[in-house]
């Protein structure tokens, strides 16, 4: 292995994390709304608070560069590297969770005030395996159809994502990697757990 491919493949591990790291909902709502989004609604920089408080537009457009700043890195890691070997899915599974981590705690906003992932690990896993993640996203529509409550979805999707990674690959290290980001994903929905135990959580969908 030579020095340039090593540097490669270690400065693609940073460029997720910083890349991971853009709050696309922060910054679309400063300079196309007059909403604070980390002031109002939940404070949480993803595309469900951004939409609630700004609209659907920029709603989806975060929801959107949530997704790509997931992807983007990932894609660029497989195509560094065949991803049917043990070290090469290590490191894209690195690179996913940094991508992913990146987004929970943003450099830029002094790792505080990070999304809580699931767009992000969504673009992440639609690289590792697009029919796990079409899989998981079609039980995330379907509980939030049945709930109205996008926090449901989420956290049925986070619960199946590591199940159907592992039928859809084969991979143990793929599952590990899909098993942690779920579980960061159910920690941090903590509170719309607790507000659903007790009834108070408020639908996304009116």
């Not at 679309?28 to 404070?43: K, Q, Y």
């Amino acid at each position: 292995m030579d020095v340039i491919f090593c540097w490669k493949i270690t400065g693609i591990i940073f460029f997720s994390y910083l890349i991971g790291s853009i709050p696309w909902g922060l910054l679309l709502t400063r300079f196309f709304s007059s909403r604070n989004i980390l002031a109002e609604g939940s404070g949480n920089i993803g595309a469900t608070n951004v939409r609630r408080l700004a609209g659907t537009g920029l709603g989806v457009f975060t929801l959107a560069g949530d997704v790509l700043k997931g992807a983007v890195p990932v894609l660029m890691a497989d195509r560094l590297v065949d991803n049917t070997g043990t070290g090469a899915q290590i490191y894209i599974s690195l690179v996913a969770m940094a991508a992913f981590l990146g987004h929970l705690f943003p450099v830029y906003l002094k790792f505080k005030n990070g999304g809580k992932g699931v767009a992000t690990a969504a673009g992440c896993f639609l690289v590792i395996s697009a029919p796990a993640t079409i899989v998981t996203i079609l039980t995330f529509i379907l509980f939030v159809c049945i709930s109205s409550r996008a926090s449901a979805g989420s956290l049925a999707a986070a619960a199946i994502l590591p199940l159907s990674v592992f039928k859809a690959t084969s991979s143990y290290i793929f599952t590990c990697c899909a098993a942690a980001t779920a579980v960061c994903i159910f920690l941090r929905h903590k509170d719309n757990i607790k507000r659903m135990l007790q009834g108070k959580e408020p639908p996304t969908i009116r």
